[in-house]
């Protein structure tokens, strides 16, 4: 298991700016009141680290849903849990074993 070093708010703004990511101090301190801002980083970052853009997630995950019955009433909920899967995997990568 990998250690990783504790970073201020600072060091991760920094960082996650960088990256061009547009986080500010207010979505780290209070990530519940900023979901789809943090989500979208999760996204981004997912993207930039692991290649899984959005869009080729999305795709890939639309393709199986006509195999399911009703599919007009999880094309978006296909969607939405192939983009988690991913985020998660890049999370597990990294070490982080009890996101989710």
């Known amino acids: 298991m990998f250690s990783f070093p504790l970073l201020t708010v600072a060091e991760i703004l920094e960082c996650l700016n960088e990256l061009d990511l547009g986080v500010t101090e207010q979505h780290l301190k209070e990530p519940e ?6 989500r979208d980083v999760f996204e981004q970052l997912a993207e930039m680290c692991a290649g899984a853009a959005r869009e080729d997630v999305a795709r890939r995950a639309r ?13 978006d909920s296909v969607v939405e849990l192939a983009l988690f899967r991913s985020v998660a995997d890049l999370l597990r990568r990294c070490g982080v074993q009890d996101f989710g």
């Open 63 to 75: 393709r199986g849903v006509s195999t399911i019955p009703y599919p007009e009433l999880h094309e």
């Open 33 to 38: 009141r900023h979901r789809d801002k943090i």
